[in-house]
């Protein structure tokens, strides 16, 4: 049977849809995304229906035939999508009334497109999770590795971009690591908070046929149906919670974007990106630009305005089902997007990068990175108050800062004049190296600290 133009779902109207409103209210562009979810949801429902008795077995098979030739077509490329019939599960079942006729009307039974919206976006986005959890993998692992290359390796830690203390590279790095990690277990939770079934909660009021919706769970791997069909088909806090998720894991992804381009950049000189991820210039040959870190920046930026999109679609929103919903699978796939090709460029950057050890050496003793060692030394051998030793070494850096000369440059009648009890064993802990060494304390940045937390890291990454 071949289809009418305009002819789905118009038959209360007197007129084919306006162009216009064709265009404003066809989400096919931005859902066709979820094809196979959609299949997967429609012959979980068509075997429940006769596994109730609601269809025949014979229907079953024929609506189910039907399903599997479309998923082929599509994926494919010889399905034609149509505008005019609004999104993909009206393209699918006006397909699939081609392909087996009337049969296809019985489908739709105990069903609407508000709990199929749901259901199909639940399994796209447990599948989009799980990809996100495996490239996370991939990035931690990276990361794990080029914290243990640099374990050894002495930077400036900094505060307010001012350096503070010196700090073991790979501690560094595996501040990272932690973040990472934290993003894996939000989007676990996320993964975990949406796996309830929406399918059968039907328009919002549930339905009078006499449907298994712990059989749909069952067979799509959803831990339970859902609780409430109002809430059901109105509830987009998974979403929320994925787009929130994405936003805080491009958010970190960002910020170790901006430190590339930083350290990258000839002022500060602490790193190389690898050239194959870099560009250049259409008129300064001489120009490698960080546009991939850049670029990565600037996601985590369109990632929260998507999240916000969501929150402010959402805000009043009366119960249940609105239209206004129909925009949420655009945020969701524009995130996925660019979720996953940042958290991809992110490791494939720190994969290759070199990093300029004698730079990092260098920076990490300037500025007076070791008054804190010194102060310490007064309260552990002198016993000041550590308010004290703050003043007295403030005093001496002053000094320090007046002659042009470093800390342990200091000679110890110099040092001296500030506390005459001051003794030679000072210039152990003025030492860079000692000083990162001496900071055992859990999470701190000795190596030894440092490799210990790597290899808990090592064993929860396996
Ligand atoms: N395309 C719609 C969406 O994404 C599906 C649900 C349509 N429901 C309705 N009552 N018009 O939200």
């Known amino acids: 049977m071949s289809r009418k133009k305009n002819s789905i779902l118009r038959k209360r109207f007197n007129h084919k849809n306006n162009d216009i409103f064709t265009e404003i209210n066809s ?8 094809f196979d979810e959609d299949i997967e949801g429609s012959i979980a429902h068509a075997e429940m229906l006769a596994k109730q008795k609601i269809i025949k077995v014979s229907e079953k098979n024929k609506i189910l ?15 034609i999508f149509r505008p005019e019939l609004d999104d993909i599960h009206m393209n699918i079942e006006s397909r699939l009334q081609e392909i087996i006729g009337e049969t296809a ?28 959890l495996s490239e996370l993998k991939d990035l931690k692992k990276n990361t794990i590795k080029i914290a243990e290359k640099n374990i050894d390796v002495l930077m400036p ?29 939000r989007f676990i939770e996320t993964k975990k908070r949406l796996n309830k079934n929406p399918l059968g909660s039907c328009a919002m009021a549930g339905t009078s046929f006499q449907i298994d919706r712990f059989a749909t769970s069952k067979k799509l791997s959803f831990d339970e149906p859902t609780r ?28 170790i974007a901006e430190e590339i381009v930083l350290w990258s950049s000839d002022l500060i000189n602490f790193c190389q990106i690898k050239d194959d991820m870099m560009s250049s210039s259409s008129i300064m040959p001489q120009k490698k630009n960080p546009d991939a870190a850049e670029l990565v920046r600037a996601k985590a930026a369109l990632i929260n305005s998507d999240l916000s999109s969501l929150l402010n679609i959402m805000k009043a929103l009366p119960l249940s089902y609105s239209k206004d919903l129909q925009e949420d699978k655009k945020l969701a ?14 490791t494939e950057i720190i994969k290759s990068i070199k990093l300029n050890k004698q730079t990092l050496l260098k920076a990490a003793t300037r500025s007076y990175s070791n008054a804190t060692e010194l102060a310490d030394w007064l309260v552990k051998n002198l016993q000041y108050s550590f308010r004290k030793a703050h003043e007295t070494t403030a005093d001496i850096v002053n000094f320090a800062e007046s002659v042009q000369k470093k800390l342990e440059d200091l000679t110890l009648s110099e040092l001296k004049v500030f506390d005459p009890n001051i003794t030679n064993n000072i210039y152990d802990h003025l030492n860079i190296k000692n000083a990162v060494l001496s900071k055992t304390s859990y999470g ?17 990454e396996k």
């Open 157 to 185: 830690g900094f505060t307010h971009l001012q350096t503070a203390q010196p700090i073991s590279t790979g501690h560094y790095y595996m501040s990272y690591y932690e973040m990472f990690s934290r993003d894996t277990e």
């Open 444 to 460: 701190g940045t000795s190596p030894t600290e440092v490799l210990k937390m790597i290899n808990k890291a090592k064993k929860r």
């Open 27 to 34: 989400s096919i562009d931005f859902d066709k995304f979820m």
């Open 333 to 346: 796939v524009n995130t996925s997007k660019n979720l996953h090709i940042s958290i991809k460029v992110i």
């Open 105 to 132: 009307g019985k489908l739709h039974t105990a069903r609407s497109r508000n709990d199929q919206v749901v259901t199909d976006l639940k399994l796209w986005l447990r599948k989009d999770i799980d990809l996100i």
């Open 228 to 255: 409430n069909s109002i809430d059901s088909v109105s509830d987009r806090d998974f979403v929320i919670d994925y787009l929130y998720a994405s936003s805080v894991c491009a958010m970190h992804l960002s910020r």
């Open 65 to 79: 035939k039907g399903l599997k030739q479309i998923r082929l077509e599509i994926s494919k490329n010889k399905f």
